[in-house]
C-alpha cells in the first residue's frame, strides 16, 4: 500500500502488528475507519508477499476496503483474477456450516478448508513463504468477521466455540498454512458481564491488539500513560461497580425489611393496582381481618370484597384516592368470612413507586375499641337514666309535701282564732321545702355537668326584666336584708333565662347567708353593647385572697379558723360559673376579708350562634332524656 | 269551699300516679272552687274521655307509669274530639317546659308546684 507505506516509521509501527509466523491475530476496534485502514495493511501485506487473501466479512467493509484499495491504486480485478483476493459474505459463509443455529464442524472444515486449499494451491508467481508446510503451497492470509457476526447476534458460546474451530483447522494437517485476522468492535464488550467471554476470546488467539485509542498512539511514553489512565479507569469502574453492588446489595436488604414489615404488620395492608381495582398485594394482617388468606384476596376488586357498605361509597374513596392521592375513613364496619362484625380505620394513599402508580390502603382494626365506646354509650344511657329517675324520686316526696304545707297554710289562715305559732311552723315549713328542692336541684345540676349534658335552652330576653323578677322572688325570704337595685343595661341577652335566673338567686341568696350582721345587698347593672354585667355586692365578712378562686372549685369549702364556718355542699358557685362559662359569659368575684364581696356576673351581647335569630337548645352531648317528671 | 254542683263549675282531670299528689292537686283546686276528677293512670283517663262529658281542662303528669304524659298529650291533640281540651302538664324535668310545649302541651308547672300558680295557670287557660 504506497501512500501507507510511504513514512518508514508508521509503516514500521503498523507492520508490527501483523507477525510474519502464521498467527491467529484479534483486532479490537472503535472506529470503522480504523479497522478497514488496519484491514488494508494486514490484506496489502500479505499481497505484498505473495500470499493468497481471504476476506470474510461485511458487505460493507468489504466495499469500503475495495474503495480504500482503490484510491491506493490497486489493481483489485487482476488481483481477484490471479486468485490472490478473494472476498466472501462473512453472513453467507456463516449460513453454510450453521444447521438449526449451531455450528456443524464438519461442514465448517468441509466449506472453509475446501476453500482454503483451493486458495493455497494457486499457481507461484513468486517463492512460496518460509512458514508453508509443503512448500508448494501458498501461505494464506484471512481477514474473518464471522466470529464477531455471533458476537454482535449474543451468541456468545458459538462465537467462541468458531475462534477454537479455527484453531483446531489452522493445526490441522489437511489444511494448508494460514493467518488468521479476527476484529470485534471493542463497543460489544461494554458490559461487565462480558468480561470472562473477553478474556476467553484473548485466550483463543495468538496475538491481541487493542483498539486504536492505544495502538495509534506512537510514543511509548503516551501509551505508558494511556495504560496508567486504563488501569485507574478500570480501578475505578471496579470501585464504582463494588458501590453498585453495595447499594444493590442495600436496595436487596431494605425490600426484604419492607417485605417483612409488610407481613408482620398487624395493620391489613392491600396494594391495588390503580388500573383495574385489582388486589395485587395482601397481608397477612388484612388476611386475618377478613378471616381468610392473603391468596383469596389477590385478583379480588378492592370494591367488592365488602369493605364498603355498597358500591357508591367504595367509588367515592376510590375518587378520592385518585384525585386527592388520599382517602380516610374513621370507621368501615365489615362482616368476615364467618359473618363476625368487624370495625376498620381505612386510609388509603396513591403513590408513584418505582415509576409504577400504586395504591396503598391500611386497615386498622378497631372492634376493640367500637365495642368499648359502644358499652360506654350504653353505660352512659344508663347513667342518664339513673339521673332522671333519681331527679323524679328525690322531687316526688317534695312535691307531695310542698302541695300539703300550702293547702294547709290556705285553709289555716282562712280560719279564724288560728294559733300564729302554727301558721309560723308551716312558713318555715314551706321555706325549707323551697330550700331541700334547690339542694336537690343543684345535685342533679352537678351530675348532669360530671356527665357532659347540662342542657341549656337560649332564647333571646330582657336582662333587667329578668333582675327585678328575681329580686321580687328572693325579697320575701328575707326579714334581714334589703335588696337595692341601681343602674340598667337595657340588654337583650340570648341565653337560657332560667339558668341565668338560677344563677342570680344563688349570689342572692349567698350575699344574705354571708352578711348576717348587714341590712342590705347591693345590685348594679351596667353594659355597653358587647357585654351585660350585674353585679351582687354585699357588707359581710369578705373572702381572703387565698380563696377567691377555688371557692369556684367543687366541692371546695372556705375554712379559716378566724371567721366563721357556714355550713354548705360547696357546689353551688361551681355550677353558677359553669352555667354562665357554657353561655360564653364570666364570673368572678372581687373581695377583701372583711369589707364585703362583690360577685359579677358578666354575659357577651356578640354571639355568633345567635345571629339566626332562632331560639335553640343544646347540651353537651346528645343523649335521651336526662330527667323525668 | 263548696260542694254545690253548680253548672258554672269547671271539671279538670288530675292525672298522676302517684296518691298523695293527686291527693294534694285535688285539694288545691278544690279549694279554688273546681270540681276535680282525680286519675291515677293513663287508661283510666282514657276510659272517662270516652264515658263521661269531656272536662274543661287536663293536669296531666309529664312521666305516668305504663305511659309517657307526652305520648297521651300528642294523642289528644291529634284526636278532634279531644283536641280542644287544655292539657297543663306538670314534671319534675327542669326542661319540662320545652318538653310540654313540644309535645302540644297547652301549659306547664315544674315540680313542686307553687299553689298561687297553679290557680293562676288553671284560671288563664280556662279563660
Known amino acids: 500500500m504506497p501512500a501507507a507505506h510511504a513514512a518508514p516509521e508508521t509503516t514500521s509501527q503498523a507492520r508490527s502488528q501483523w507477525p510474519a509466523a502464521p498467527e491467529h491475530t484479534v483486532q479490537f476496534y472503535a472506529d470503522d475507519d480504523f479497522l478497514v485502514e488496519q484491514i488494508s495493511h494486514f490484506v496489502y501485506d500479505g499481497l505484498t508477499a505473495g500470499e493468497t487473501c481471504i476476506v470474510i466479512a461485511t458487505k460493507d467493509h468489504r466495499e469500503r476496503l475495495e474503495q480504500r484499495f482503490a484510491r491506493e491504486g490497486l489493481d483489485l480485478i487482476a488481483t481477484c483474477e490471479q486468485g490472490a483476493y478473494i472476498a466472501l459474505d462473512a453472513a453467507l459463509m456463516l449460513a453454510r456450516f450453521m444447521t438449526e443455529g449451531s455450528l456443524d464442524e464438519e461442514a465448517f472444515r468441509r466449506v472453509v478448508g475446501g476453500i482454503f486449499a483451493q486458495a493455497a494451491k494457486r499457481p507461484a508467481s513468486r517463492p512460496a513463504s518460509r512458514h508453508s508446510k509443503d512448500s508448494r503451497l501458498r501461505h494464506v492470509r484471512v481477514f474473518g468477521e464471522m466470529v464477531a457476526l455471533l458476537w454482535a447476534g449474543s451468541d456468545y458460546a458459538a462465537a467462541i466455540r468458531l475462534e477454537e474451530m479455527w484453531n483446531e483447522l489452522r493445526e490441522s494437517d489437511t489444511s494448508p498454512p494460514f493467518s488468521l485476522c479476527c476484529a470485534y468492535p471493542m463497543s460489544d464488550f461494554a458490559s461487565e458481564a462480558h468480561e470472562q467471554a473477553f478474556r476467553v476470546i484473548c485466550a483463543t488467539h495468538t496475538q491481541v491488539i487493542p483498539d486504536e485509542r492505544y495502538t495509534a498512539l506512537a510514543d511509548p511514553e503516551e501509551r505508558l500513560r494511556a495504560i496508567t489512565l486504563l488501569q485507574q479507569q478500570a480501578s475505578s469502574l471496579a470501585g464504582e461497580s463494588a458501590g453498585r453492588k453495595a447499594a444493590e446489595e442495600r436496595v436487596r436488604i431494605s425490600e426484604n425489611l419492607y417485605r417483612h414489615l409488610f407481613e408482620a404488620s398487624t395493620d391489613g395492608i392491600l396494594v391495588v393496582d390503580p388500573a383495574t381495582h385489582a388486589i395485587i398485594e395482601a397481608n397477612k394482617g388484612v388476611a386475618d381481618l377478613f378471616g381468610t388468606t392473603s391468596a383469596q384476596l389477590l385478583g379480588r376488586n378492592l370494591l367488592r370484597i365488602g369493605l364498603f357498605p355498597d358500591q357508591e361509597s367504595g367509588e367515592a374513596v376510590w375518587r378520592e384516592m385518585e384525585e386527592q392521592h388520599l382517602a380516610r375513613r374513621e370507621s368501615l364496619e365489615f362482616h368476615m368470612e364467618d359473618g363476625q362484625l368487624r370495625y376498620v380505620e381505612f386510609v388509603g394513599n396513591r403513590f408513584q413507586a418505582n415509576s409504577h402508580e400504586i395504591i396503598q390502603c391500611h386497615l386498622r382494626d378497631i372492634t376493640d375499641r367500637k365495642q368499648a365506646e359502644e358499652a360506654q354509650r350504653q353505660l352512659e344511657v344508663r347513667k342518664d337514666a339513673f339521673i332522671g329517675m333519681a331527679s323524679h324520686e328525690l322531687r316526688t316526696p317534695i312535691t307531695s309535701l310542698k302541695a300539703f304545707t300550702q293547702v294547709l297554710q290556705r285553709r289555716l289562715r282562712q280560719q279564724p282564732d288560728v294559733d300564729p305559732q302554727v301558721l309560723h311552723m308551716l312558713d318555715r315549713m314551706d321555706e325549707q321545702i323551697n330550700r331541700q328542692t334547690r339542694l336537690i336541684r343543684d345535685l342533679l345540676d352537678l351530675s348532669k355537668m360530671q356527665a357532659g349534658y347540662l342542657a341549656l335552652h337560649e332564647t333571646w330576653f330582657d336582662l333587667d326584666d329578668l333582675v327585678r323578677e328575681t329580686l321580687d322572688t328572693v325579697q320575701p325570704t328575707t326579714l334581714t336584708h334589703t335588696l337595692r337595685l341601681e343602674g340598667a343595661t337595657q340588654a337583650r341577652v340570648y341565653g337560657d333565662r332560667e339558668r341565668v335566673g338560677q344563677v342570680l338567686i344563688n349570689l342572692l341568696t349567698n350575699a344574705i347567708k354571708y352578711s348576717p350582721t348587714a341590712d342590705s345587698i347591693l345590685v348594679t347593672m351596667q353594659g355597653n353593647r358587647e357585654w351585660a354585667e350585674v353585679a351582687v355586692r354585699d357588707f359581710g365578712i369578705g373572702i381572703a385572697p387565698k380563696h377567691q378562686k377555688r371557692i369556684f372549685e367543687r366541692f371546695y369549702q372556705v375554712d379559716d379558723p378566724q371567721t366563721s364556718t357556714y355550713p354548705g355542699l360547696g357546689i353551688g358557685l361551681h355550677i353558677a360559673q359553669t352555667i354562665i362559662e357554657r353561655q360564653g359569659g364570666r364570673l368572678w368575684v372581687e373581695s377583701s376579708a372583711g369589707n364585703g364581696s362583690t360577685f359579677h356576673c358578666s354575659l357577651s351581647l356578640l354571639r355568633l350562634d345567635s345571629l339566626t335569630g332562632s331560639d335553640s337548645h343544646r347540651s353537651d352531648r346528645q343523649p335521651g332524656s336526662a330527667e323525668a317528671s | ?127
Open chain 2, 1 to 127: 269551699m263548696s260542694d254545690s254542683m253548680s253548672a258554672s263549675r269547671k271539671t279538670i282531670i288530675v292525672v298522676d300516679d302517684e296518691p298523695d299528689i293527686v291527693f294534694a292537686l285535688t285539694l288545691m283546686l278544690g279549694d279554688a272552687g273546681y270540681h276535680v276528677v282525680a286519675v291515677g293512670q293513663a287508661d283510666d283517663l282514657m276510659q272517662h274521655l270516652h264515658s263521661a262529658q269531656a272536662p274543661d281542662l287536663i293536669l296531666l303528669d309529664m312521666l305516668l307509669a305504663g305511659r309517657d304524659g307526652r305520648e297521651i298529650v300528642r294523642d289528644l291533640k291529634a284526636n278532634p274530639s279531644t283536641s280542644s281540651i287544655p292539657v297543663l302538664m306538670i314534671s319534675a324535668h327542669p326542661r319540662g317546659a320545652q318538653e310540654a310545649a313540644d309535645a302540644g302541651a297547652d301549659g306547664f308547672l315544674a315540680k313542686p308546684i307553687e299553689l298561687d300558680t297553679l290557680v293562676a295557670k288553671v284560671a288563664a287557660l280556662l279563660r
